[in-house]
């Protein structure tokens, strides 16, 4: 059996601005850091390739600089997010935990990443609590 590597890819408006909420999110992503050599920016090296500006990919890259997660790419489109997404991610903050303490923890990330932007959806059943990132891009956290 063949493995792959995995990538996550969000459509959006402003791919920046979702990433950079990812990247305090999620923690311990960045943006990667090598440009070509021979090269200061990724627009010099664009430049070079004689790739016109209004072709060149309009996004931003995450890599994890810290353990062996996905990248997750976020890609600029020009449409607007139109109904719930087919596939979201689960941040899991309370493995092991149970009762009062599983809910505090739990309460402690969704006040976090309301301070980063976020915002409460809905709470689930259980300790769920659905949430939307600055783009309304749904994700969970359990």
Do not use: S
């Not at 020009?78 to 935990?97: F, T």
């Not at 769920?128 to 969970?140: G, K």
């Amino acid at each position: 059996m063949t493995a792959f590597d995995l990538h996550i890819v969000f459509d959006c408006a402003e791919p920046d601005r979702v990433a950079r909420f990812w990247m305090r999110a999620l923690g311990g992503y960045d943006f990667p850091t090598p440009v070509p050599d021979g090269f200061l920016t990724w627009d010099d090296w664009a430049d070079a390739q004689q790739i016109p500006v209004d072709q060149r990919p309009t996004g931003r890259t995450l890599v994890d600089k810290v353990r062996d997660r996905p990248d997750i790419f976020f890609l600029q489109v020009p449409e607007a997010k139109a109904v719930k997404n087919r596939v979201h991610l689960d941040i899991k903050v309370a493995p092991g935990l149970a009762g009062d303490e599983r809910r505090a923890a739990i309460e402690a990330e969704v006040e976090r990443l309301v301070g980063l932007g976020a915002q409460v959806l809905r709470r689930g059943d259980g300790d769920l609590v659905v949430m939307q990132d600055p783009e309304a891009n749904e994700f969970c956290v359990a």
